[in-house]
């Protein structure tokens, strides 16, 4: 079985520095890995995702992510935060050995000060 | 339409009764998901449908709650005898394939058990 960990529940930082959200994950199959985001009051929305090739990812609104097998990590970051960014965000795994279903992560809520 | 319906967009419900929750998926899509969100908390997986083949019901956390999909398309997630721990937002997902496809969320139901 798959599982994530997201240990932020919540990231404080001001606008313009850089952020990132950490994601670890267990599985004992190689597996997909997803950053969704979810603004107030709305659905998920897909960032970015990694399937295979090269490690590091670049999704919307200027997010990227690495994937590190050795650390079972996969990082959100962003050189610069716009408040807009603030939001909850959800790292996500799937593995073909659980048929694919999504296994979620707790949530990190960033929160974008001026 | 466009992107996954789920209705109602809310639910109030006093304890004891029964209730039912709808989401359309994006026509064409082959899988679906129930997931169950708590004020706060993650994404709690409930269930997942894929194609013909029987759904993964592990998520269930009681033999209170049912989903079926007719059809392939449509599905109603059923809670009976709803109790209070039952509030949450119950969001539905559904994609084109599973192995590394994006999950399109619909809005979600906010169920209240009063």
């Known amino acids: 079985a798959q599982s994530v960990t997201q240990l932020d529940s919540q990231v404080p930082v001001f606008e313009e520095a850089p952020v990132e959200l950490r994601c670890n994950y267990s599985?004992?199959?190689?597996?997909?890995l997803f950053w969704y985001v979810q603004y107030p009051n709305q659905g998920l929305q897909l960032l970015l995702k990694y399937l295979s090739g090269s490690t590091l990812v670049k999704g919307i609104n200027g997010f990227e992510a690495e994937f590190n097998k050795s650390q079972t990590s996969f990082h959100l970051r962003k050189p610069s935060v716009h408040i807009s960014d603030t939001a909850e965000y959800f790292c996500?795994?799937?593995?073909?050995?659980?048929?694919?279903?999504?296994?979620f992560g707790s949530g990190t809520r960033l929160l974008v000060r001026p | 339409g466009a992107g996954v319906s789920q209705s109602p967009s809310n639910k109030v419900t006093e304890k004891g009764k029964d209730v039912e929750l709808r989401c359309d998926p994006i026509?064409?899509?082959?899988?679906l998901y129930w997931y169950r969100q708590s004020l706060g908390q993650g994404l709690e997986f409930l269930i997942y449908?894929?194609?013909?083949?029987?759904?993964?019901k592990s998520g269930l956390p009681s033999d209170r709650f049912s989903a079926e999909r007719t059809g392939g398309s449509v599905s109603t997630l059923t809670i009976q005898r709803t109790q209070q721990e039952d509030s949450a937002v119950y969001l539905c997902?559904?994609?084109?394939?599973?192995?590394?496809?994006?999950?399109?969320f619909g809005q979600g139901t906010r169920l209240t058990v009063v």
């Open positions: 599985s004992s199959v190689s597996v997909y």
């Open positions: 997902a559904s994609s084109p394939r599973h192995g590394g496809t994006e999950a399109f």
């Open positions: 449908f894929q194609g013909n083949s029987a759904p993964d």
């Open positions: 996500a795994v799937s593995a073909p050995g659980s048929s694919y279903k999504l296994i």
């Open positions: 026509s064409g899509h082959t899988a």
